[in-house]
C-alpha cells in the first residue's frame, strides 16, 4: 500500500481535529482546492479501510474516521513510520509514456533512473503500458542492446498519449487550467508534458470561439480537444506526421475551417506553424467531438433516423416502457450518434469520465442499450462500453432520470449454504451491478421447497439434476469465464426480467395553469399549420430532359419563390450547395435524393417531389455514386418550434421507413404519395396529440 504525502496530511489533520475540518477547510490548510481535496479523500477512504475503519463526512460537524480504538491507534502507528510517496504510479506511468514518445530508443536502466523507480517496477509499468497502448495500435518494442522503444505512427502515438491522459488525469487537467487562469500555477509542466503558456492560451482561444459560435462541446469532448492542439503543437517540429496520414475529405469541410481559425490565431502568439496534416489530424479530433445542437439535424440524416427509432423501438420492447414517440430522447439520440459513429469509423479513442458511475446506477438500462446498439448497429462495429454509458444517459434522461427499480433477484445454491457461499454472493454482487438481492440456500433446502419461481436467477456451485429450471453452474470463486456467463445469461433474458418490473412511477403532474392552457393552445396551433402547410405546399412534377440535379434543384427553388413561400433564391441555393458539400443526399437503395436545408430566407414549410424519365448519378449518403429519378426537396425557415422540427423530421423518417414507403414516395404517383403524407400525419395527430 502507498500513501501520497497529502493524503497522510489530510489523514493526521481529521484525527487531530475529529469533526472540525470540512474539505473546504482542509483545501484551506493545505493551499490546494477543495476538488483535491474531495479526490485525494476517495483514496483517504481506501487506506482507512485497510485498517477497518470509515470516512464519516457530517455536513455539520465534518469529518470524522469512525472505527475501533485499537484500529485507529495502528492507523496512527502506520503513519508515523510510513514513508509517503510524492508521486503516484499513475503518475510515474503517465512520465514513462511521456518518455517512450519523445525519445527514439531508452535504455532500461536510464529509463528507470529518469522514472525514478526500480527496473523491476518499470518492467510492471511497461507490461501493463503494452496492453493498454495496443487499443491504439502502438507497440512497445524492446530491442536488445538497442533498449525499449515504441512502433506505431504518429497519429497513433498523439491519439495515445491524449486518451491516458484524459482518462487518468481529467480531473486535473481541470484543476490546472483553473490555477492557470487565475495565475496560481508555478510549477514548470503541467502534468510533466504540457507546456503551461501552450495550455493556457489554446483553452482561451478554443473557449472564445466555441462560445460564439453554434456548435457546442460538452466537457469532456472540449479538455479533448485542447488537449490533442497542445499535443500537436508540442510534437509538430520534432516527430511531424507522414504525408497522407492525416487525409482531407469533404465531410471535414466546417470543422477544417473552424481549425484553420484557431491555427492562424495560435501562429500570431507562438513561433510554431502547423502543417496541413497537423490541421486536417486536429478537424478529424473535432469532428469526432462535436456536440451539434439537437434542434439543427432533426432530418439531416435519414439512414441514422431509421437506426435510432429502430434502436429506441428495441430498448422499449426490453424494458417494457414505450419510448417511441419522445421526440426529445429521438433528437438527442440522432445529434450524439453521428460523431460516435465516426469516432468508431475512424478508431478515435474516446473516453468517458462517468462510465462507470452510469453503470453501476443504471445497470440494467446498459445492459438493455448494449443489447440494442449490438443488434440495430452491427454493421457499424463494436460501440466500447464508454460510448454505450452516454448513450444510456440518453434514455435515462427520458425515463426522468428516475432510479431503477429493476433490481434482481438472486438465489444461490451450495452444499451446506455456509462457508464460500457468503464470499460467493459478495463477488457476485460487486462483479455484477443490478444484482441487489441475493438468498442463500443449501442442496437440501431447495429440494425440500418449491420457491425457485420467486428468484430471477439461480446460480449454483453444485449440479442440481432434479431441477426443471434453467440455472448457472459456478465455481466457488467464481472465475471470469463464471462472471461472463452470468452477464451473458441476463442480458439474454433481459425481456423476460423485466416484463413485471418497472421503472420508479412518475410523480403525478400538477394540474396546468393558465399559463399551460395557452401554452397547449399555441402548440395545438403549430401542430395544425405545420401540417397544413407541408399539404397546402406539397408539389409533384415530372420533367422529361435533365441534365443534372443543380438544374432540378434551382427550377424547384425558382417555382417556391413565385409561390412566395421563400425569398432571396441565391442565399437558399447556397444553403443548399453547402448542405450538399458536407455528405450524400442519395437515398442508399430508393432512387431518391433529398436536399434540404433551414435557410432564415424560407417563409413556409415546404416538400416537393420531382420526377424524371432518366436517371441522373448523385452522392449517395454511404458516399458513392447512385443513380436517381426521383428529387425531393425540403426547405423550413432557420427557426423552428419543436413541434414543427417533429413533424419536419417526421416525413425524412417515413420515406425509408418500410418497403412500401419507399414504393410510394419513388413511385411517381402523386395521388398516393399524398395519400401517404396525410396518412403519416393522421397517425401522428392520434398518437401524440388526439390519443384516444
Known amino acids: 500500500m502507498y500513501i501520497t504525502a497529502r493524503e497522510k496530511a489530510i489523514i493526521e489533520l481529521i484525527l487531530k481535529t475529529s469533526g472540525k475540518q470540512t474539505a473546504a477547510s482542509i483545501a484551506n490548510y493545505l493551499n490546494v482546492s477543495p476538488r483535491t481535496v474531495q479526490r485525494d479523500l476517495k483514496a483517504v477512504e481506501k487506506v482507512l479501510n485497510t485498517f477497518d475503519l470509515h470516512l464519516e463526512r457530517n455536513g455539520e460537524k465534518g469529518l ?55 527496473v523491476t517496477t518499470l518492467t510492471t509499468y511497461l507490461d501493463e503500458l503494452t496492453d493498454w497502448l495496443d487499443h491504439f495500435n502502438v507497440k512497445i518494442v524492446k530491442k536488445r542492446g538497442v533498449g525499449i522503444d515504441i512502433a506505431g505512427s504518429e497519429s497513433a502515438r498523439r491519439n495515445a498519449l491524449a486518451n491516458y491522459i484524459l482518462l487518468h488525469f481529467y480531473d486535473e487537467l481541470f484543476e490546472n487550467l483553473f490555477l492557470l487562469e487565475k495565475g496560481k500555477f508555478h510549477q514548470e509542466l503541467v502534468l510533466h508534458y504540457f507546456k503551461p503558456d501552450y495550455l493556457l492560451a489554446i483553452d482561451r482561444l478554443v473557449n472564445t470561439i466555441f462560445g460564439g459560435s453554434r456548435l457546442r462541446l460538452a466537457d469532456s469532448d472540449y479538455i479533448g480537444f485542447v488537449v490533442h492542439i497542445c499535443i500537436t503543437m508540442q510534437r509538430t517540429e520534432d516527430f511531424p506526421l507522414a504525408k497522407g496520414e492525416a487525409a482531407f475529405s469533404d465531410e471535414l469541410q466546417d470543422e477544417y475551417q473552424l481549425m484553420m481559425e484557431i491555427e492562424r490565431d495560435l501562429e500570431g502568439m507562438f513561433p510554431i506553424q502547423l502543417v496541413k496534416e497537423d490541421i486536417i489530424y486536429l478537424a478529424v479530433i473535432l469532428k469526432g467531438s462535436k456536440l451539434q445542437e439537437a434542434d439543427e439535424i432533426s432530418y439531416d440524416s435519414i439512414v441514422l433516423s431509421k437506426l435510432v427509432k429502430s434502436l429506441i423501438e428495441d430498448v422499449s420492447s426490453q424494458l417494457h416502457m414505450d419510448l417511441t414517440n419522445d421526440f426529445s430522447l429521438y433528437q438527442g439520440l440522432l ?11 475512424q478508431q478515435i479513442g474516446f473516453f468517458n469520465p462517468l462510465k462507470e458511475e452510469i453503470i453501476q446506477k443504471y445497470p440494467i438500462l446498459f445492459m438493455a442499450v448494449k ?5 440495430v448497429l452491427q454493421e457499424i462495429g463494436d460501440f466500447p462500453d464508454d460510448e454505450l454509458a452516454y448513450i444510456v444517459l440518453h434514455f435515462g434522461s427520458a425515463l426522468v432520470m428516475r432510479e431503477e427499480k429493476l433490481s434482481i433477484d438472486a438465489l444461490v445454491v451450495c452444499p451446506t449454504g455456509i462457508g464460500t457461499s457468503k464470499m460467493l454472493a459478495s463477488r457476485i454482487k460487486k462483479e455484477i451491478p443490478g444484482i441487489d438481492h441475493i438468498d442463500i440456500k443449501s442442496f437440501k433446502e431447495v429440494q425440500r ?40 445469461f441476463l442480458r439474454n433474458n433481459l425481456e423476460t426480467l423485466t416484463e413485471h418490473k418497472r421503472y420508479a412511477a412518475i410523480p403525478e403532474e400538477k394540474p396546468r395553469s393558465k399559463t399551460g392552457i395557452v401554452e397547449v393552445l399555441q402548440e395545438l396551433k403549430v401542430v395544425q399549420e405545420s401540417i397544413e402547410e ?38 437558399v441555393l447556397a444553403s443548399l450547395r453547402d448542405r450538399g458539400k458536407k455528405g450524400g443526399l442519395g437515398i442508399p437503395g430508393t432512387g431518391m435524393a433529398l436536399f434540404h436545408c433551414r435557410n432564415r430566407n424560407v417563409h413556409k414549410l415546404v ?19 447512385m443513380p436517381i429519378k426521383n428529387l425531393l426537396l425540403m426547405l423550413a425557415p432557420e427557426e423552428l418550434a ?15 421507413e418500410s418497403n412500401e414507403a419507399i414504393l410510394v414516395f419513388s413511385s411517381a404517383n402523386e395521388e398516393m404519395i399524398r395519400e401517404r403524407l396525410e396518412t403519416i400525419f ?10 384516444e
Open 449 to 488: 421447497k418449491n420457491y425457485l419461481k420467486d428468484y430471477d436467477l439461480i446460480i449454483s456451485t453444485v449440479k442440481l439434476p432434479f431441477l426443471d429450471v434453467h440455472y448457472i453452474l459456478v465455481s466457488p470463486l467464481l472465475t471470469e469465464e463464471n462472471i461472463q456467463m452470468i452477464k451473458s
Open 335 to 345: 445529434a450524439h450518434l453521428e460523431p460516435a459513429i465516426y469516432r468508431i469509423k
Open 371 to 375: 443489447n440494442s446498439m449490438e443488434k
Open 642 to 656: 419543436v413541434r414543427q422540427q417533429e413533424i419536419v423530421s417526421l416525413i425524412s423518417t417515413s420515406l425509408i
Open 64 to 118: 470524522l474516521i469512525e472505527g475501533k480504538n485499537e484500529r485507529i491507534f495502528r492507523l496512527s502507528q502506520y503513519l508515523a513510520g510510513s514513508s509517503p510517496i510524492n508521486e503516484t504510479p499513475k503518475e510515474k506511468k503517465l512520465q514513462l509514456l511521456v518518455a517512450l514518445v519523445q525519445e527514439e530508443a531508452y535504455k532500461i536502466q536510464a529509463l528507470s533512473s529518469d522514472i525514478g523507480v526500480s
Open 534 to 571: 407541408l399539404l397546402g405546399n406539397f408539389r409533384f412534377s415530372r420533367i422529361s430532359a435533365v441534365q443534372d440535379h443543380e438544374q432540378i434543384v434551382q427550377r424547384m427553388v425558382y417555382a417556391a419563390e413565385k409561390e412566395g413561400l421563400l425569398s432571396n433564391i441565391e442565399d
Open 607 to 625: 416538400f416537393q417531389i420531382t420526377h424524371f424519365e432518366h436517371p441522373i448519378f448523385v452522392r449517395g449518403m454511404d458516399g458513392n455514386d
Open 682 to 691: 393522421l397517425e401522428y395527430l392520434h398518437t401524440n396529440i388526439i390519443k
